[in-house]
Structures are given as C-alpha cells and as structure tokens.
C-alpha cells in the first residue's frame, strides 16, 4: 500500500515505554500515514514510565477494527493496563483478524497472548514476558525483530531500528485490508497528539471508588 493512504493506531497507557511508543509514530507520520493515539480516556494525559505525557485522539469505543491498517503497541507497563481493557483489546484482536498487522515490542506480548493472536506464531518479546507468551502457545525467539504474517514483534527500545523498518517494509509490501475509507481525526476537533509538551505528568496510585480497597493509577496534578 502506499503509505500516505495507511491508517494506523498506537495504543496508549500509563508507564508506557517513551521511545516505544514516540518513535514509530512519528516515523510513520513522517512517510504521510494518518497515525492516531487509542487511549482508554482523552480527558486526561498519560503518562510514561518517566512522565512524558500523551494525550489520546479517540477511545477504543471511538473506531472500529475496519479503519486501520495496523495497530502499534508499545512497550514499559502499559500493556499491563492494555489488556485489562476489553475495548483495546478487542481492537487489537479484530484488526489482526480482518489481516492487519499488529506490531508489538517489549511488554505487548502481554496484549498479544490476552488477544489470544500469538497462538502457533513466532514472536518475540522481552524475555520477561515470554512465559506468558509461551504459555499463549506462541513460539518465543529471541531476535531483534520477528515477522511471522501479520504479526510485527521486538524485544527492547535498542531494537527499535529494526523494529520500526520491518513495519514500513510490511506496510510497503502488502495491499491494505482496511475496509473503510474514513480519514480518522482526534475527537472534539482538537489537534493531533503531540510529542511537545510544557510539563511532565506525575501519577500514583488511587482508590477505584469510594470507600474501596481497590486501585488504580491516576493523573497527579
């Protein structure tokens, strides 16, 4: 496919990994593809592992499946956040199914072995993951990048050249699947997500409602 015409999401959590998920975006905005941020909330900014901030374009309730061309999961511990959402999820799993390419380094094969996609695949992760991915019925390798189908995989940040080029290469390679020809835009006609940013953002640790002995991370102002 021409990658000007290519519609992509990369998918985003608290504690995601910087380089992990600002690099491929902005490489494949840099070829003219219409690159947009799935997070859970876009009324709140999420924070990396180091609190570099990305505000989300739209929610998983947002889009459907048939507008991308291929989803980009980064690494850190997002993905853990990643697949305790059933929207994300989902999305992840029907943009594989249609024949979509899913790409996914370090921690995402935590959201690969959920979707239940790394089944019979070769894949590869951070080795901290891949008894998970295993246990999935995936076939851990520990490379720098694997491409088996429409599944993208690689292990840390350091990997992100190879990483990155296998997916233009993908993109370049093979006719799009996409089966809609809607241009996605961030929601309430904001811009775009944007790597600049004024300050970092702080998250701990909050309760998931009142009176409750259950947590989640929450935005510090």
Sequence with gaps: MNLADAQIAVLAEHLYQELELWYPLLRLREEGANVVVISPRIDQPYASKLGYPVTGDLTPADVKPEQFDAVIIPGGFAPEGIRRDKGM???????????????????????????????????????????DVINAGGNYVDQ???????????????????????????????????????????????????????????????????????????VVE
Excluded at 188 to 211: E, L, N, Q
């Design 144 to 218: 720098p990048v694997v491409r088996d189908g429409n599944i993208i995989t690689s292990r840390l940040p350091s990997d992100l050249p190879v990483f990155a080029r296998e997916i233009v290469k993908y993109l370049r390679e093979e006719p799009s699947k996409r089966k809609s020809d809607e241009k996605l835009k961030p929601a309430k006609d904001r811009p775009f997500s944007s790597a600049a940013f004024k300050k970092p953002v702080h998250t701990a640790m909050g309760p998931r409602g009142k009176a409750s002995a259950n947590y989640i991370t929450v």
């Design 89 to 131: 999820v989902d999305l992840v799993k029907g943009i594989h199914d249609q024949g979509g390419l899913v790409a996914a380094i370090c921690h995402a094969g935590w959201v690969l072995a959920t979707a239940d996609i790394a089944r019979g695949r070769t894949v590869t992760c951070v080795s901290l993951v891949k008894d």
